[in-house]
């Protein structure tokens, strides 16, 4: 089986639009990233698809946009500001800073940095923990009093409003609250493209249940969340659960399951599912002094759900199904590279080409057919190179299907669909082509 690398990747993701270095032009800015016209679709079609499969199709859910910027006592109570901290070292030879973890060992057990190679003697130069928050200022004045925090994470948005989701919509438990947005952190040690970034989106959930019910619902999301990833695609012996053991649980967590994908760096963490227990909505209620207990009915009590989280990463899902995807054949002797997309992720759908380009008629036909077809399925235009060309290049961004409009057409009313995955082709009545492609699920 074919297994993409990170070199492969990258140059597919610049070469055909779907990834740009961030500030390009000026030498770039470290781990920044673009998505270009086929990144920007690709992530459009993944968010629609979790949305849908975790609020839409749903009865228990709601949905949120919490603002990026909070007022700073809500990282005060969320434990960010005192506890979201690496332990970094300073190398006093190239002067740069790294997680303990990551300084390299040789066979003396001594420290050396990764860069430069020269020892770091942990006792003369012991780590020191910087925190992980990126710091801004709210007005005109830059003074302690106008501190605040770009949020590194969606999560506490939803739990602040946690009453006011329920004093809206009269949810009784469980339910839970969804949310997709920016996030922002200071990472020292960013890398592999777009797996680990300073900005990056996030997909979570904070679902709410009685406190005796929290082990079970924390199985069923697990199960629910890894079944996502395979209906979209993911090739099941790239997929693994990893149960983090007691020594490794934050803090607040009572228990985590990671969903990691094997990327070609190796296993990494693509979405982590806890049990918060009643952590957060306790925190915020002791700092606000607000009243944050469900209260039920049915029993007259108060009391604070506890929290389910199943929490991913949109950039970290773009870059597996990518990896996922992308394959290269032979076909008649030469390289044919294929991104077998799912088709709810695939930027584009439908690709119409002219075999004639210079055909005024041919291209008349070919644009009255987009027109049709553009109000229901995301369909491209494309005449700039042969038609042999045209389908290699519609194969390598993962377009479904390529519809060529030739000489034929013209006469008899028909075009010849050809399929991305097996290359058979079909040939289709103009007034067929919706129906055609309704039957294929698109």
């Known amino acids: 089986m074919f297994s993409a690398s990170m070199e492969q990747i990258v140059s597919l993701c610049k070469r055909r639009g779907f990834i740009f270095p961030g500030s390009e032009i000026y030498g770039g800015l470290g781990s920044t990233w673009d998505y270009g016209p ?9 968010k629609q698809a979790w949305w849908k499969s975790v609020v839409h199709e749903r009865e228990d859910m709601e949905g949120l946009d919490a603002a990026i910027l909070m007022h700073p006592a809500t990282w005060k109570a969320s434990g960010h500001v005192d506890g979201f901290t690496d332990p970094l070292v300073d190398c006093k030879s190239c002067k740069r800073r790294f997680r303990v973890d990551h300084l390299k060992e040789d066979k003396n057990k001594q420290k050396k940095c990764p860069d ?47 009453i006011n989701v329920i004093d809206s919509r009269h949810r009784k ?14 990472e020292i040690t ?53 149960v983090h053991p007691k020594e490794e649980l934050a803090h607040y967590a009572i228990g985590c399951t990671d969903i990691e994908y094997l990327f070609p760096f190796g296993w990494s963490e693509l979405e982590g599912i806890a049990n918060r ?3 957060d909505l306790k925190q915020h209620a002791q700092f606000s002094g607000k009243d944050l207990r469900f209260y039920e009915q049915a029993s007259n009590q108060r009391y604070l759900p506890y929290v389910i989280e199943p929490s ?3 950039d970290r899902a773009a870059l597996a199904f990518l990896v996922d995807a992308y394959r290269e054949e032979e076909v008649k002797g030469a390289k044919r590279v294929v991104l077998g997309l799912h088709k ?10 002219p075999l004639l380009k210079k055909r005024d008629d041919i291209v008349i036909l070919a644009k009255k057919i987009i027109s049709g077809l553009g109000k229901k399925f995301v369909v491209k235009y494309d005449d700039t190179a042969s038609i042999g060309k045209l389908y290699r290049r519609q194969d390598e961004i993962g377009t479904l299907y390529c519809l060529t409009v030739d000489v034929e057409s013209l006469q008899d009313d028909k075009v010849t669909v050809r399929d991305r995955d097996s290359m058979l082709q079909d040939r289709v009545s103009l007034d067929k082509l919706e129906e055609y492609f309704n039957d294929k699920g698109l």
Request: hydrophobic content about 40%.
């Open 344 to 353: 709810n992720l695939a930027p584009y759908k439908i690709a119409v080409l």
């Open 38 to 46: 086929l990144g920007v679709e690709l992530k459009r079609n993944l």
């Open 173 to 186: 438990l469980p339910f839970g609250i969804a949310q997709i947005g920016k996030s922002f952190r200071n």
């Open 277 to 279: 227990g009643d952590f």
């Open 312 to 314: 991913g990463g949109v």
């Open 190 to 242: 960013p890398g592999n493209f777009t797996f680990r970034t300073r900005e990056f989106e996030q997909m979570e959930i904070e679902y709410f249940v009685k406190p005796d019910d929290a082990g079970l619902w924390y199985k069923e999301w697990v199960a629910a969340r890894e079944k996502w990833y395979l209906d979209l695609g993911v090739k099941k012996d790239k997929l693994r659960l990893r």
């Open 116 to 162: 430069c190679g020269q020892v770091i003697d942990l006792e003369k130069n012991p780590p020191r923990l910087f925190n992980l928050m990126l710091k801004t200022y709210l007005g005109p004045v830059e003074d302690e009093s106008a501190i605040t925090y770009l949020r590194p994470e969606t999560a506490q948005g939803i739990f602040v409003n946690f």
